[in-house]
């Protein structure tokens, strides 16, 4: 899914101790929807222990808005699991 025009990117690889871990901040960080339709698309997906985060976009200021967003959120996410440690099996 292309965004027309777009000749912007940014792709970000965050590690994480666990899988698991991982797959939590997907879920926490993915059901956040861009806050403006159109213009942008970001994609979240887990491989392993790794979070990929891959966005496109037609302006600047939309992508780094998104980026900034994003970067706030996973701060909150990461804060989160260090306080409460790691899911109990």
Avoid: Y
């Amino acid at each position: 899914m292309a965004v027309p025009g777009s000749g912007l990117a940014f792709e970000l690889k965050i590690p994480f101790p666990s899988s698991t871990l991982a797959k939590i901040a997907l879920g926490s960080l993915a059901p956040d929807p861009e806050p403006r339709k159109g213009g942008i698309i970001k994609e979240l997906d887990v491989t392993d222990n790794i979070l990929h985060v891959q966005w496109r976009a037609e302006e600047a200021r939309i992508l780094r808005v998104s980026i900034n967003s994003f970067l706030e959120h996973l701060s909150l996410v990461v804060e989160t699991m260090d306080l409460f440690g790691p899911p109990v099996a």
